[in-house]
């Protein structure tokens, strides 16, 4: 079975990238995709700040980004840049820990000004993790995702469907990657 780790880059809760990746595991799971949802937020703050390589604390993220054959990273982009709170926790991870991983950057702003952020940001660091199959960002403008009254997000039809497309990408390349 197919294993995709979700990881949720921001600080807040509520977020809408928290909401983006529980949007999409439901489309996931309607596809027979095993998921699992990590938010860096919900790790011990110590472990993250003063760089506990060794924690304990990351072990159970250590193992499910092990076991996933792909990864849809989420994160508000804040001044240019994904969270600072993203950073220490992929800081933390082994040195090719994305080897043979496909990796999908999801990533909310405030303007289409911070669209390349994850392309001069992000993605480098990825790539230093031995990611060598990054899609293409998936970016919306925070007036593109919205909250209905049951707290789940609503994407507008453009976002949506390029969520969708991404999503179908990420799965034909897990088909043919090298851990496949």
């Known amino acids: 079975m197919t294993n995709i780790l979700l990881i949720n880059g921001s600080p807040s809760a509520p977020s809408r990238s928290q909401g983006i990746l529980e949007y999409v595991i439901a489309l996931l799971k309607d596809k027979g995709v095993n998921t699992d949802l990590l938010s860096v937020r919900d790790l011990p703050a110590e472990d993250l700040v003063f760089g506990k390589y060794n924690s304990p604390n990351l072990e159970q993220p250590k193992s499910l980004l092990a076991k996933a054959d792909a990864v849809i990273i989420s994160t508000p982009i804040y001044k240019a840049s994904y969270t ?13 820990a994305l080897t043979d991983k496909v990796v999908l950057p999801v990533a909310t702003g405030g303007s289409i000004a911070h669209l390349l952020a994850i392309d001069f940001t992000l993605k480098p660091v990825l790539s230093e993790l031995g990611a060598r199959h990054i899609l293409g960002v998936v970016y919306a403008v925070d007036k593109q995702v919205t909250w209905s009254d049951s707290q ?15 999503l179908e990408e990420l799965l034909k390349a897990i088909k043919h990657s090298p851990q496949a």
Do not use: A, H, N, W
């Open 152 to 166: 789940t997000v609503i994407l507008e039809e453009e976002i949506d469907q390029r969520l969708k497309e991404s």
């Open 84 to 96: 600072g709170l993203l950073k220490t926790f992929l800081d933390l991870l082994p040195q090719k």
